[in-house]
């Protein structure tokens, strides 16, 4: 059995030797301030087995730019426990507190590998802003910093929202009440 749960002070430091462990290193989890852990912990979870074991981590925020998105900033799952849903149900969770804050969208950005982009896509997001085109994927080159090239995704977490202009699957009705009984449980 699995425990998600909001984030705390103390999980920093454990994110970080994951993020190292997980994806090979420190160029990753040196863009990981603690503010997430400090400051955003209403938007960001951590995914934990009955041991306590770090399972995953989502790490969220709410524009305060564009008051009806949210933004994921990374969302990772140790590498055995990939392909089990584990990465949907955190993102999962992020959109219901998205929803029953008032936010219509959920933006992600990502690099420009075929895993991130499938999992994105899986999830209901669609590729936007991109000026070039990889691999069939619009890419907004030097997004982060020269030579930095990312994927711009965007996903509706309303289930009013046009189909067009959503460009993916939204929240059903309800979403509020099962994201209520998901943090009490």
């Known amino acids: 059995m699995m425990h998600l749960r909001h984030v705390r002070p103390s999980d920093c430091d454990r994110v970080l030797t994951a993020i190292d462990e997980w994806w090979g290193g420190p160029a990753t989890s040196s863009h ?3 503010v997430f852990f400090s400051h955003l912990a209403p938007t960001s979870f951590v995914l934990e087995a009955n041991d306590g074991e770090l399972v995953g981590f989502l790490l969220g925020f709410f524009s305060q730019t564009y008051p009806d998105e949210a ?7 140790h590498p055995a426990f990939r392909r089990l849903g ?10 219901l507190t998205a929803q029953m804050h008032g936010r219509r969208w959920v933006r992600s950005v990502s690099t420009s590998s075929g895993p991130s982009i499938a999992f994105h896509r899986a999830l ?3 590729a936007v802003h991109g000026v070039a085109v990889i691999d069939g994927v619009p890419v907004r080159r030097d997004y982060a910093g020269a030579g930095g090239q990312r994927v711009v995704f965007r996903r509706s977490v ?24 998901a943090l009490t449980s």
């Open 32 to 34: 990981l301030p603690h």
């Open 71 to 77: 933004c994921v900033h990374m969302v990772g799952v």
């Open 86 to 95: 584990f990465g949907r149900r955190l993102c999962e969770r992020f959109f």
């Open 124 to 126: 209901g997001f669609v």
């Open 158 to 181: 309303v289930h009013d929202a046009p189909a067009a202009e959503a460009g993916a699957a939204p929240a059903g009705p309800g979403a509020a009440t099962e994201l209520k009984e």
